[in-house]
């Protein structure tokens, strides 16, 4: 049997919590970048790289009704997401924002927590659709609520190259091969697809239509 399927329950929820915890710590420096870019205090900082990095992880435990969210009860997940605003508060990140690095920490970000937010979805029986939009919601929701914050418009209403398009692909992929029997493959899967689209439309400015008279061309990325 090969390793994809010989995974335990235990192992798997494990693996889970791992990506969680680097979907909290990618997040939690997205936030810190942008709190620079708008000036902020010290404060200002925590405040928008906690919310980037356990907002949308809270939602979803929140809406899976399955105990208090993990994020008020495992104190790894704030002392992650505060480690992650902490590095972008003490060195000047927003040069590399632009830049290839920055990029991939971004797609990394999103596909780790679509993955982990459809495997736990699955993991407490609920079906294919609720793992997609919940797989969804913990890759976009603090996000959105940062840009909020931020007074931004959330990347997930568009205007931006693929995003949370990208989040509800990899949470496919995820429940397909969970469905499949083979749960690990889907979560390596699932990364490999969404860090793959999501910079193939940073690259050629891929994004959905806005309108009827939407024709396909270049879109100036904004930053996670």
Wanted: proline share 4%; net charge positive; glycine share 14%.
């Amino acid at each position: 049997m090969s390793v994809a399927r010989a995974l335990s329950p235990e192992s798997l929820t494990e693996l889970t919590r791992a990506l969680d915890l680097s979907g909290v710590f990618a997040n939690g420096t997205l936030g810190g970048v942008l709190a620079r870019a708008s000036r902020l205090d010290l404060f200002g900082f925590l405040v928008i790289g906690i919310v980037s990095g356990l907002g949308g992880g809270i939602l979803r435990d929140t809406l899976l009704q399955h105990g208090t969210p993990v994020a008020l009860t495992d104190y790894t997940y704030l002392t992650v997401a505060i480690a992650g605003t902490l590095l972008t508060f003490l060195a000047d990140l927003s040069r590399h924002t632009s830049g290839w690095a920055f990029t991939l920490l971004d797609a990394s970000a999103l596909s780790v927590w679509a993955v982990a937010g459809a495997q736990k979805t699955l993991a407490v029986g609920l079906g294919w659709l609720p793992a997609v939009l919940l797989g969804t919601i913990t890759a976009v929701g603090g996000g959105a609520i940062r840009d909020l914050l931020l007074a931004r418009t959330p990347s997930i209403f568009g205007g931006t190259p693929l995003y949370a398009t990208v989040a509800v692909l990899v949470s496919v992929v995820l429940v397909v091969c969970s469905r499949l029997g083979a749960p690990t493959v889907g979560v390596l899967a699932g990364i490999a697809v969404g860090i793959a689209l999501r910079l193939a439309a940073f690259h050629w400015g891929w994004r959905l239509p806005g309108s009827r008279d939407w024709r396909p061309g270049p879109v100036k990325g904004r930053g996670p």
